[in-house]
């Protein structure tokens, strides 16, 4: 059974500062996405990282994964106040039906 | 284009009541899934349907929810007699098949009272 984790749970920061959100895995895993929510709304998918070593970026955040230590990474660079959000990881297995297995999220405040 | 859609937003009902909660995926997508987020449980699968397969239902509570899928495109879930501990947020989401990314309606708060 697949088990996923993150850390930290909670993250307040500077704007300007960076950051990086650790996402862990109990098992071997197909795929590794992050996603973001905003309070109140849905899940906006952000990354799907595919095989060891994939290295994903899109303006200030980029997504790792290293299968052989079975973690993933959200980095987030120069912080400002839109990235405020809770930030997902999860894995999932194609023979499975990949249904999704989600961490606990982090709460990321981004302070002016 | 237009994502995925459920309806209702939001739903109070009272404890022993039965709901249904419909999602309609985006079009062309054959995987569907469920999923609930609670405060005490976070976010966790409740029911796959992949094209004309059988459900894999594993991720259902008990069995007094259910869920169908008609004609390979609209979802229901239902929840039969219920319980103060369903209420949660119930997130549908799609996508093309197997690893694809899924999307992500907006939910279904249930609040039951």
């Known amino acids: 059974e697949l088990k996923v984790e993150q850390n930290p749970l909670f993250l307040s920061m500077q704007e300007g500062k960076n950051y990086t959100i650790y996402c862990n895995y109990s098992?071997?895993?197909?795929?590794l996405y992050w996603y973001r929510q905003d309070p109140g709304k849905s899940l906006e998918s952000l990354f799907v990282l595919l095989s060891n070593g994939a290295v994903k970026q899109e303006g200030r955040l980029m997504a790792s994964l290293d299968t052989k230590a079975r973690l993933s990474t959200l980095h987030i660079t120069a912080a400002v106040h839109d990235l405020s959000a809770t930030y997902f990881c999860a894995g999932g297995y194609n023979n499975a039906g990949n249904m999704l297995t989600f961490g606990g999220g982090t709460r990321l405040m981004v302070k002016p | 284009g237009a994502g995925v859609s459920q309806s209702p937003s939001n739903k109070v009902t009272e404890k022993g009541k039965d709901v249904e909660l419909r999602c309609d995926p985006i079009?062309?997508?054959?995987?569907l899934y469920w999923y609930r987020q609670s405060l005490g449980q976070g976010l966790e699968f409740l029911i796959y349907?992949?094209?004309?397969?059988?459900?894999?239902k594993s991720g259902l509570p008990s069995d007094r929810f259910s869920a169908e899928r008609t004609g390979g495109s609209v979802s229901t879930l239902t929840i039969q007699r219920t319980q103060q501990e369903d209420s949660a947020v119930y997130l549908c989401?799609?996508?093309?098949?197997?690893?694809?990314?899924?999307?992500f309606g907006p939910g279904t708060r249930l609040l039951v009272l």
């Open positions: 079009s062309g997508h054959t995987a």
């Open positions: 989401a799609s996508s093309f098949v197997g690893l694809e990314t899924q999307y």
């Open positions: 098992t071997t895993s197909d795929r």
């Open positions: 349907f992949q094209g004309n397969s059988a459900p894999d």
